[in-house]
């Protein structure tokens, strides 16, 4: 039975790409990606253009969790056009390489710890903390965790999240956040004046709305579940933060597809130089990944993550307020 830094290890032999596969997976998917914004203008029906909308935000998600794996230097390390790809991609999802890699290195390092700042994460309070803050604290606090405010995730994670409050926090460390969202404001506001708010509306409102919605949940439910544990810094162990504060979320094929399997999130955590196509790989290869605890994309188990709050020390477990 494999225990602490033996798990740790024990996932080292995935953790190398295979640089074919990788730039098939990152090029394929680009093309599609591509492919289906081209159709939301040029199709033969709405209800076709409709489809590649739709279809396109899905894309956007795949393509995400790819430049994930670059910034985690899992796949395409040291490759200038690579580098190229996934800076640009970056700016169109409002997610630039410099506030991206610094605050998500940040959630890898400190995931479950009850007492550190909520960085690249959503924030999480005691009960106890919670009770004592003032109106205007719990307002914000619940906000931030509401369901409306995760479903608008490319407006508040994103857009906000991402550019906006990290040129607050830090302009001269984030000037890409305000490159990124120039860009990315540009290029809509050229899209709604040449080809009109239809247009508009299937090219860019759509899809990137799905893709933030899609985004916004997956992150939060791989750390916010029923059988979720948090723990005091000084108990925190980084093989303790995948197991038992990371989510497997086991999907249908195309869903595996569309999440670039990132549903193996505890995996992920355990060694986040791991390929997202080895993720499988090692889910097979090590039974104590299968001891995982998992959540899933039913209404019921997304409405039973959105109904947490707060961590309740007594009962050692997250509910509701």
């Known amino acids: 039975m494999l225990q602490g830094k033996q798990l740790i290890l024990a996932t080292k032999p995935f953790a190398k790409e295979n640089r074919a596969k990788s730039w098939f997976y990152t090029i394929s998917t680009l093309v599609i990606l591509i492919a289906a914004l ?6 033969f029906h709405w209800t076709l253009k409709l489809a590649c909308s739709i279809f396109a935000g899905l894309v956007i998600v795949r393509m995400f969790v790819i430049y994930h794996d670059h910034q985690h230097k899992a796949i395409l390390d040291r490759s200038p056009l690579a580098n190229l790809i996934f800076t640009i991609f970056g700016f169109y999802v409002l997610a630039p390489t410099g506030i991206w890699s610094a605050s998500h290195d940040y959630h890898h390092k400190n995931n479950c710890k009850l007492f550190s700042a909520s960085i690249g994460s959503y924030p999480i309070y005691t009960k106890h903390k919670f009770d004592n803050l003032s109106a205007g604290e719990k307002r914000h606090y619940l906000f931030i965790r509401h369901p409306l405010t995760i479903l608008f995730g490319y407006i508040f994670t994103f857009m906000y999240g991402m550019c906006i409050k990290s040129m607050i926090n830090r302009f001269s460390k984030n000037i890409d956040s305000l490159v990124g969202l120039i860009l990315h404001l ?13 247009t508009w509306i299937l090219l860019c409102a759509i899809p990137h709305f799905i893709s933030g919605a899609m985004g916004s949940y997956m992150f939060y439910a791989q750390h916010n579940f029923p059988t979720v544990t948090f723990v005091g810094n000084e108990d925190w162990t980084y093989e303790g933060a995948a197991l038992d504060s990371s989510s497997y979320m ?17 995996i992920h955590h355990m060694n986040s130089r791991i390929p997202f196509y080895r993720l499988p790989e090692v889910w097979d290869a090590i039974p104590e990944m299968r001891n995982a605890k998992t959540t899933s994309l039913k209404p019921k188990d997304i409405w039973a993550c959105l109904k947490l709050k707060v961590w309740d020390f007594d009962h050692q477990k997250m509910v509701g307020v």
């Open 38 to 43: 081209f159709g939301t203008v040029y199709n």
């Open 186 to 198: 540009t290029y809509q506001v050229a899209v709604f004046y040449f080809l009109g708010w239809q």
């Open 250 to 266: 086991p999907l249908n094929p195309f869903m595996h597809w569309v999440t670039a399997n990132i549903g193996y999130h505890h």
